[in-house]
């Protein structure tokens, strides 16, 4: 199959490009960033920007998982040294006990995942002070979770469909309008169960009509995954295939060495643009994020919830999102449509900072 060697191709290049720079995890430092804005949901924020990062390079969002901070899941996950590989910046927000005792982004919570609210609030905050003061790419903006990080990063998908690009949700659940953390423990066990329409209407309403981005969502669960059940994957999957409008049927599925792989994209989209969504699901792996850390140019560390698996969700992810590529309108970020959606974006911006208000250091 065509498309998968080239994917293939990609990856070892990736790899290659890795083990030339020597790269190193103890290397890659991020930086706390404090008074970046309106902080409704009293979340710290964290940022990593190479020393030569280029002009208008894209932005990464790091969502971690319960029980870690914002380290451990971009940095045992390889972000940050992919970051420094492809020359992009990391932005890591990161939960507290006084919020959550298990340091999960509550994601469970209507006031913490709605359109200029609580956590998701702080988030889009976050990112509006990252790519002014970096200079950054707002065509190329980026979010990955992991469990309740992936969550988090679905219901930032939802609510602000006009700042991603793409998005990766890894052992996560659907954006479900759950109301308490006994319903999303119910999901989590069990899943949703009200069918991909019903959970895309919830997208669609979150958004209140606002323009979507021709996303590109990567979703990753373990098939033996007894914390989070794997049919919340699917239901992920079915909810963004409607949501996008993308044909119910996928275009290619293949099963690979240590996974299966779905993928589903538009008639009029290319191999490399357009929406697309990818379902992932690893053989033999339970909760955490699938790494491949053994091979040159590899990237990450075997952590709680980071596992080696010979699959790197961190550079498939990348390359489904075309990290490696270059910016979709040149490398300026130029051109009459990348200009008409920034000033759309800067606006969307303004609007939800002013309407959050000022910022609050805590809110429990």
């Known amino acids: 199959m065509a498309g998968l060697g080239e994917t293939i191709g990609r990856?070892?290049?990736?790899?290659?490009?890795?083990?030339?720079?020597?790269?190193?995890?103890?290397?890659?430092?991020?930086a706390e960033v404090k008074g970046f804005g309106p902080n409704p949901g009293a979340l710290r924020m964290f940022l990593h920007a190479p020393a030569d990062l280029p002009a208008y390079a894209p932005l990464v969002v790091t969502l971690h998982g319960c029980g870690q901070g914002a380290a451990a899941f971009a940095g045992a996950g390889g972000w940050l040294a992919l970051a420094e590989r492809l020359g992009f910046a990391v932005l890591a927000p990161e939960q507290g006990v006084l919020n959550n005792l298990n340091r999960c982004f509550n994601w469970f919570s209507p006031r913490d995942v709605a359109r200029g609210k609580g956590e998701a609030a702080s988030i889009a905050a976050m990112i509006?002070?990252?790519?002014?003061?970096?200079?950054?790419?707002?065509?190329?903006?980026?979010v990955v979770g992991l469990s309740a990080g992936g969550v988090m990063a679905g219901?930032?998908?939802?609510?602000?469909?006009?700042?991603?690009?793409g998005g990766a949700i890894i052992a996560g659940a659907p954006y479900a309008g759950t109301r308490?953390?006994?319903?999303?423990?119910?999901?989590?066990?069990?899943?949703?169960?009200?069918?991909?329409?019903v959970l895309a209407d919830l997208v669609l309403q979150a958004a209140a009509g606002r323009a979507r981005r021709p996303?590109?969502?990567?979703?990753?669960?373990?098939?033996?995954?007894?914390?989070?059940?794997?049919?919340?994957?699917?239901?992920?999957?079915d909810q963004w295939i409607c949501a996008l409008g993308l044909p119910p049927a996928p275009v290619e599925q293949v099963e690979l060495d240590r996974r299966s792989r779905l993928l589903w994209r538009g008639p009029e989209a290319g191999l490399r643009a357009g929406p697309a969504v990818?379902?992932?699901?690893?053989?033999?792996?339970?909760?955490?994020?699938?790494?491949?850390?053994?091979?040159?140019g590899d990237v990450?560390?075997?952590?709680?919830?980071?596992?080696?698996?010979g699959v790197s969700s961190t550079l498939e992810i990348a390359d489904f999102w075309g990290l490696a590529a270059p910016a979709a309108f040149g490398e300026t970020g130029g051109g009459d449509e990348a200009k008409g959606f920034v000033a759309r974006l800067r606006r969307?911006?303004?609007?939800?900072?002013?309407a959050i208000g000022p910022s609050r250091p805590s809110r429990r």
């Open 11 to 30: 990856l070892a290049r990736l790899r290659l490009a890795g083990a030339a720079h020597g790269e190193a995890a103890s290397g890659q430092a991020m």
């Open 128 to 142: 509006g002070h990252a790519v002014r003061v970096l200079g950054l790419d707002e065509t190329r903006i980026f």
């Open 155 to 165: 219901a930032l998908l939802a609510a602000y469909p006009e700042l991603f690009a």
């Open 180 to 197: 308490g953390l006994s319903a999303g423990l119910k999901l989590m066990r069990q899943g949703d169960g009200r069918g991909g329409r």
């Open 215 to 237: 996303l590109r969502l990567s979703i990753w669960h373990g098939a033996v995954d007894e914390v989070v059940n794997p049919v919340n994957a699917r239901e992920i999957t």
């Open 278 to 296: 990818e379902l992932n699901l690893v053989t033999d792996m339970g909760h955490g994020a699938p790494l491949s850390t053994l091979r040159a």
């Open 300 to 309: 990450g560390a075997p952590a709680p919830f980071m596992l080696e698996t």
């Open 348 to 354: 969307s911006l303004a609007e939800v900072l002013g």
